[in-house]
Nanobody, 129 residues
């Protein structure tokens, strides 16, 4: 059964950092473009970064570019989201999601959330003093 499992969320003070992890269970992440999607309280889901399965090309939304970094560790079958200089407005549940491998391993446009075929259960990030 294909499963994505996120971890690393929690409570952090403004200006702090967190690293989220997405692990594939019976699922090789290398074969899929992987994105992170967040949903804040009362907000719609927002695709933030994505990483291709081909050459590791990354894509970022304007809201996180320069502060968030997505990366892969193939040996650990894990995709990470490093988040720095966190602000209260990024409080949200963060999901990792696997895109369509038939799309040549290339990430869909960040707003095309319907293109993600498999989703994790999410991990909560709360930024508060």
């Amino acid at each position: 059964q294909v499963q994505l499992v996120e971890s690393g969320g929690g409570l952090v003070q403004p200006g702090g950092s967190l690293r989220l992890a997405c692990v594939g269970s019976d699922f090789t992440l290398d074969h899929w473009p992987i994105g992170w999607v967040r949903q804040g309280p009362g907000k719609e889901r927002e695709g933030i970064p994505c990483i291709d399965s081909t050459d590791g090309t990354t894509y970022y939304s304007g809201s996180v570019k320069g502060r968030f970094t997505i990366s892969r560790d193939k040996a650990k079958n894990t995709v990470y989201l490093e988040m720095n200089d966190l602000k209260p407005e990024v409080t949200a549940v963060y999901y990792c999601a696997a895109g369509n491998p038939d799309g040549l391993g290339i990430c869909p446009p960040l707003a095309w959330l319907h293109e993600y075929k498999h989703w994790g259960q999410g991990t909560l990030v709360t930024v508060s003093s």
